[in-house]
């Protein structure tokens, strides 16, 4: 730890803010309770109509006693969260980036854990489990280990490994030197895609088999909810300039890129069928239909998962209510509430 203090190598942590007033503190005390000394914060205030800027802005003495560079940027209108992180790249200035969502925070040691791995072996891209914090509860949630970029853009394709972006501290060359940015204004997916691009030029990566980032989800009532027509539409948009920059990949990559991508088509739409809802069995049946076939050719997929896609494409429908009421609401409605 004392190499790397003397190193003073930076870690920039961006905060996309959107209407955060009563969640926004936690997230900002987790970064101030870090253990590592040289972090600088971006917060970029997309045009809140709460009182979001007040909050934020009575952090600035705080971080500053600390000695962390605390920086707090606002949008003149509302952008989207995709723009919001582009500003906050483009004003950064650490080696290391980290993203940190308003809601959410992370373990006192989280910062100093990533960079210990990073700077030790040289690696591009690391990345953790997490919590998945409920009203009452909270569950750790666990990544695969995997061990090289291509090995995690097969597992992330296939729907065993998370690509949020706060599950991953990534070297900043990676966005500058390869142009690497999120679409303004498309705003469902775009960790995906930025994500997906990252990893494909890493050099290395490496998986810490610890939980060191909180999620919150207690404030959401379905993950079907994001699946508004325009969110749909917005995380296709994000899907084609994904397929599109992979099909002009070369080797490797860009030949299984064309199996790949249809078993990402099937786990983008799997949150449709974690629903009650007929109508959202009937779209996951015809959204990205062509992806259908595979569902019995993923090797990594669990098998609970394939047999829910696969009932879903022969129409058995009761067998998704089922699975719906035992998994959402016993399991997370009553035992991980």
């Known amino acids: 730890m ?3 203090e003397m190193n003073k190598l930076t870690v920039s942590i961006i905060i996309p803010v959107y209407n955060a007033e009563k969640s926004v503190s936690i997230s900002l005390d987790s970064i101030l309770n870090q253990s590592y000394p040289h972090i600088e914060v971006v917060v970029v205030n997309d045009c809140s109509t709460d009182n979001s800027q007040v909050v934020l802005e009575e952090y600035s003495t705080r971080f500053h006693a600390k000695g962390y560079s605390y920086v707090v940027l606002t949008h003149e209108y509302n952008q989207g969260v995709a723009s919001a992180r582009n500003t906050g790249l483009e004003h950064v200035s650490g080696q290391y980036v980290y993203f940190v969502d308003a809601d959410d925070y992370i373990v006192e040691d989280c910062i100093s ?11 591009d891209i690391v990345g953790c489990n997490w919590w998945l914090k409920m009203k009452k509860d909270a569950r750790e949630m666990k990544q695969p280990q995997v061990c090289d970029p291509i090995g995690a853009i097969e597992m992330m394709a296939k729907g065993v490994m998370r690509w949020n972006l706060w599950l991953f501290m990534v070297n900043r060359q990676l966005y500058e ?10 705003n469902m997916g775009e960790d995906m895609l930025v994500m997906f691009k990252l990893f494909s030029h890493a050099s290395s990566v490496k998986m810490i088999d610890r939980a ?3 999620y919150d989800k207690s404030n959401e009532n379905s993950l079907t909810n994001i699946y508004s027509d325009k ?13 599109s920059y992979f099909s002009q990949s070369r080797g490797y990559l860009e030949e ?21 809802k007929r109508e959202n069995y009937e779209e996951w049946g015809q959204w990205y239909s062509e992806a259908n076939s595979f569902i019995l050719k993923n090797n990594r997929v669990s098998k609970k998962i394939k047999l829910l896609q696969y009932m879903a494409y022969h129409r058995q429908y009761w067998f998704l209510r089922l699975y719906h009421f035992l998994v959402q609401r016993v399991m997370y409605g009553i035992i991980y509430r």
């Open 2 to 4: 004392v190499e790397i």
């Open 177 to 186: 030197q390869n142009a690497i940015r999120f679409l303004d204004g498309i």
């Open 231 to 243: 969110h749909k539409k917005e995380v296709s948009l994000n899907l084609e300039a994904l397929d």
């Open 212 to 214: 060191m980032y909180f």
């Open 113 to 123: 854990t990533f960079i210990a791995s990073m700077e030790g072996e040289s690696i």
């Open 256 to 276: 299984k890129w064309r199996e790949w991508v249809n078993y990402l088509k099937l786990n983008i739409k799997l949150p449709l069928l974690i629903s009650d």
